[in-house]
T-cell receptor, first 115, second 115 residues
Framework: DGGITQSPKYLFRKEGQNVTLSCEQNLNHDAMYWYRQDPGQGLRLIYYSQIVNDFQKGDIAEGYSVSREKKESFPLTVTSAQKNPTAFYLC??????????????FGEGSRLTVL | AQSVTQLDSHVSVSEGTPVLLRCNYSSSYSPSLFWYVQHPNKGLQLLLKYTSAATLVKGINGFEAEFKKSETSFHLTKPSAHMSDAAEYFCVVSPGTGTASKLTFGTGTRLQVTL
């Protein structure tokens, strides 16, 4: 079955450490996204990529980094510069960028807790 | 500019009774509108979408929503709630047929279904 796989599902990190969250999709989608979700808030866009080897900052990119070396993969690194990294992180993909309806397909999320 | 307001952060209904989750939007364009559902510790799943075709949109699991331009609303309804409907629901607005990177998420409505 096609879908998006995020790993790990739960992750604990000490302050000052970088951590990388994995996102893999086999939907053959061009565009991929990372969102952050905090209790009582809507999703906020961290980074997105519409094509391999290209990505753009979203609304809250500070303290995060990404890469898009393969169409299937879009890992997110939460760096020590992120002041409040404890959150639920969601990866998503869509068929295309411009001219599309904006429908997203989501992974099951990764919950990061900073100790 | 665009925004979306979910008027209730929490809704509780009895099983078998109707569900109404309210959403108002603001957009400078002719928007696309979506409802997504999220079960605990899971990713989001698309329930239904409006993209300037029929104003009454039917989705999965018996849900439907009506686009009312004059009221700038896109309320989600279901005639009879089931226990499995208990989840968080997000209303999302997109500027017409633009890229998914321009989505704006509401803050969510938690639906509780009681026996």
């Amino acid at each position: 079955d096609g879908g998006i796989t995020q790993s790990p599902k739960y992750l604990f990190r000490k302050e000052g450490q970088n951590v990388t969250l994995s996102c893999e999709q086999n939907l053959n989608h061009d565009a991929m996204y990372w969102y952050r979700q905090d209790p009582g808030q809507g999703l906020r866009l961290i980074y997105y990529s519409q094509i391999v080897n290209d990505f753009q900052k979203g609304d809250i990119a500070e303290g995060y980094s990404v890469s898009r070396e393969k169409k299937e993969s879009f890992p997110l690194t939460v760096t020590s510069a992120q002041k409040n990294p404890t959150a639920f992180y969601l990866c998503a993909s869509s068929i295309g960028g411009q001219g599309r309806t904006g429908e997203l397909f989501f992974g099951e999320g990764s919950r990061l807790t900073v100790l | 500019a665009q925004s979306v307001t979910q008027l209730d952060s929490h809704v509780s209904v009895s099983e078998g009774t109707p569900v109404l989750l309210r959403c108002n939007y603001s957009s400078s364009y002719s928007p696309s509108l979506f409802w997504y559902v999220q079960h605990p510790n899971k990713g989001l799943q698309l329930l239904l979408k409006y993209t300037s075709a029929a104003t009454l949109v039917k989705g999965i699991n018996g849900f439907e929503a009506e686009f009312k331009k004059s009221e700038t609303s896109f309320h989600l309804t279901k005639p009879s709630a089931h226990m499995s409907d208990a989840a968080e629901y997000f209303c999302v607005v997109s500027p017409g047929t633009g890229t998914a990177s321009k989505l704006t998420f509401g803050t969510g409505t938690r639906l509780q279904v009681t026996l």
